[in-house]
């Protein structure tokens, strides 16, 4: 193969890649916001219709980074039965892929600051 093929190549498996991660962060990001709202629902013993008209008040409260990571840890461990660890690598680990993300450019930056 030439190198303008292998340059297509990679440029359709990355837009492929990025494609699944778009879905795959839509469909966990969905999870993460229906454990919240099932570990609110859980926690405060409200029946479905009361929870129609508070899904508003908890898309607020979900907003709230350490209030929403522990109603969806909650949520996760009371409605799916998860372990405590997996609850919470479920809900820190888009955090923790940012805060790598950040270091590395980080390091890239100071890098290219040190060589030129």
């Known amino acids: ?8 190549l990679l440029n359709s498996l990355k837009r492929f890649f990025l494609f699944l991660a778009g879905i795959s962060y839509f469909l966990v990001g969905f999870l993460q916001v229906y454990l919240t709202w ?10 479905i219709l009361s929870m129609i008209v508070l899904t508003p008040i908890l898309f607020f409260l979900a907003e ?6 522990i109603l969806g ?3 996760a461990i009371e ?3 998860w372990s405590m660890l997996t609850s919470v690598v479920f809900f820190t680990f888009p955090l923790i892929i940012m805060l790598v993300i950040y270091l590395l450019v980080l390091v890239d930056n100071v890098s290219k600051s040190n060589k030129s």
């Open 73 to 75: 840890i909650y949520g």
């Open 64 to 69: 709230i980074p350490i209030i929403g990571t």
């Open 38 to 47: 099932k570990g609110f629902q859980i926690y405060f013993d409200l029946e």
């Open 79 to 81: 409605f799916l039965n």
């Open 1 to 8: 193969m030439d190198n303008i093929s292998n340059v297509k």
